[in-house]
């Protein structure tokens, strides 16, 4: 049998051999019952095998160092051989996000909210700082429900307004806004993977953050809007068509429905994490789909949207070979790192810095520029700085504590030359992924 046989003969395993993990661990979290774990973990060893046949770039590179280190930490520090498949459920929750995260994104494309906003965009655009706070406006709200495909959208439908613009300014203008709005959307995102897991760590709930974080987005979105208009004051801009009072009205309606299925949707899973007493992350995994189901009937679209949403899941299914890989391998890296001595030294840096929050802070952040910069995507940075702070959870302020992880994580959407957006905006653009992230360099030095 050729190598090309046995790869496509594993491709159309990847779909149901991703959807029995997730439905395992989903079920194991209602019981004890040990076989289940043990299956659930099979299962999971099965998809990271799988994975690796279609797993590709700086995903494939550290998921296979991450296994291959958890593998010799477990010939140290491991238990019997048939527990070493009990060490993939940390990541599970993780990926069944990303699983289940389709469902959301064909919600938003059946109802036709992101062509309303994007068709708004693009018409009758007073200036390049009107369409700059214009354009922010959509990335944040599109970007929450979403997540990276925001960013290719939003690129088509500003490139009509920005023909007359020279190139180095208009790539300055997608790096700064795109980026920027895009980060800032996902630091209060209840769907947002980074807030939910972070939340699950230290034990607070959505709720004591939640404003905090609005209120920070909403002060640096106000910062960024000013000095971009003092940016492109002098640039003049090609008026789109122009906007008729209905057209307006619908594009109202749309974002505030938008915002009332946000409002809803979280409200749903805070009842949902007291009833059930499992986390956030699991709420969120648990009702997503439900939740989407049942809104596209209330807004009578329940045949098309299950039409679409079948299609749209499979595709995105197929294509998590990547994360599978990669978040399998760093989670039983982090499960034996736990058990091991090795983490007794860099414990003992945290210890110091607790006794000094600020100190504390200091170092998660530049842990995760550090770890940005090395190629490590976030969560994975997340994932091995939890059993670092585990000692030092419990003396410092858990709200605080809370917001500095989620902050310095998701800042490095904007400056990581690694990091999906990143990379994406950079192939829209039609530049190296270097030129992107230097590009990007000097926008964030405006403020």
């Known amino acids: 049998m050729t190598n090309d046989r046995i ?38 060893l099965l998809a990271f095998v799988a994975s690796a ?18 593998v010799g930490l477990f010939l140290f520090y491991g238990d019997a051989w048939p527990t070493f498949v009990l060490h993939f459920e940390r990541v599970l929750g993780l990926l069944a996000l990303f699983f289940v995260l389709p469902f959301m994104n064909t919600l938003i494309r059946v109802g036709r909210y992101d062509h309303s906003l994007s068709e708004w965009l693009k018409r009758n655009a ?14 944040h709200l599109l970007g929450l429900f979403l997540n990276i495909a925001t960013i290719p959208l939003l690129v088509r439908s500003l490139r009509d307004a920005l023909r007359t613009i020279d190139r180095g300014t208009a790539e300055s203008f997608y790096v700064r806004n795109l980026l920027r709005a895009y980060a800032l ?26 404003l905090f974080l609005l209120f920070l987005a909403f002060m640096m979105a106000m910062i960024d809007w000013g000095t971009a208009t003092v940016s492109y004051r002098c640039i003049p801009l090609e008026n789109g068509a ?90 039983l890296f982090v499960e034996m790192l736990a058990r091991s001595p090795l983490l007794a030294v860099l414990e003992g840096w945290f210890r110091v810095g607790a006794e000094h929050s600020v100190w504390l802070y200091a170092m998660i952040a530049a842990y995760f520029f550090t770890t940005s910069l090395v190629g490590f995507h976030p ?69």
Not at 16 to 31: D, M, R, S
Not at 55 to 65: I, M, P
Not at 126 to 139: A, G, I, K, N, T
């Open 185 to 210: 959307c996902l630091t209060w995102s209840p769907m947002e993977v980074m807030i939910s897991t972070t939340i699950d760590f230290t034990g607070v709930r959505y709720d004591q953050v939640a």
């Open 53 to 70: 046949f279609y797993a590709r770039g700086v995903y494939k590179v550290s998921g296979a160092l991450f296994f291959a280190f958890g």
């Open 242 to 331: 122009e906007t008729n009072g209905k057209m307006a009205v619908s594009v109202g309606k749309k974002a505030a429905q938008l915002l009332l299925v946000l409002v809803v949707f979280t409200v749903l899973v805070s009842l949902l994490q007291h009833w059930l007493g499992k986390g956030f992350l699991f709420s969120v995994v648990l009702l997503l789909a439900p939740f989407c189901f049942g809104w596209a009937l209330f807004v009578r679209r329940g045949k098309r949207y299950a039409t679409v949403a079948f299609r749209h899941w499979r595709e995105r299914t197929e294509g998590l070979a990547n994360y599978f890989f990669m978040f399998l391998g760093a989670g």
């Open 379 to 447: 969560l994975v940075s997340l994932t091995l700085l939890m059993p670092l702070l585990e000692p030092v959870r419990l003396l410092v302020p858990a709200v605080p504590l809370s917001i500095v992880l989620i902050c310095c994580s998701l800042a490095t959407v904007m400056y990581s030359p690694y990091n999906i957006s990143v990379s994406l905006l950079a192939e829209e653009l039609g530049i190296t992924r270097t030129g992107s992230a230097n590009g990007m360099f000097r926008s964030l030095s405006a403020i």
């Open 126 to 139: 007073e200036s390049v700082s009107s369409l700059y706070r214009r354009s922010f406006s959509v990335c």
């Open 7 to 44: 790869k496509n003969m594993i491709g159309t395993l990847r779909v149901p051999v991703y959807t029995a993990a997730v439905v395992l661990y989903v079920l194991a979290q209602f019981t004890d019952v040990a076989a289940i774990h043990y299956v659930m973990g099979d299962v999971a």
